[in-house]
């Protein structure tokens, strides 16, 4: 009778979670390295010889980085975020764009984004311009999947006051014109 065959254990990296073997093709793999050295030496024996001459220079580079100036002004490492395939994402730069469209030759819609990111709830910011300039003001999602306020009517200008004066958390100097197209300061 024949025997069995028993199930192949699997080395799985403690950073990524991928099989040790595809760990080079992740999205961490010099994140990885030092795991991989200290686990599965034989799956990857460059990365066992690497280690050995750049170890040195580690300990020489930690040495020579840390003083007394650096100990007092200790920052944070900020984390950068990852999008699918190791892709990092940029940080968006708080700030709100402002954009007149013309529609059927005499019509306008003001649009403006980015109220978000100062922590104004759009639908109450909808409500307050609508009312401010007695048009209609709606929050819909525009053309990069994010929210925006529409505004219909001509209010370019005004609405800088407007803003400024309703959410004080909103500085001047962050909000932006776009004017064919090109982006402004409205200060």
Known sequence: MAEKPQPFQVLYCGVCGLPAEYCEFGPDFEKCKPWLIQNAPDLYPDLVKEAGTKEADKVSDQLSSTSIADAGSSKPKEEVKRLPGGKIKKKE???????????????????????????????????KLGKKFATGASVVKGPTEKEQIDVQGDIFYDIVDFVTETWPDVPENAIYFIEDGKKVPAV
């Open 93 to 127: 730069k708080p700030e709100i764009i402002i954009e007149k469209m013309t529609r059927n030759k005499r019509k306008c819609i003001t649009t403006v984004k980015g109220l978000e990111l100062f922590g104004v709830k759009l639908n109450d910011a909808s409500k």
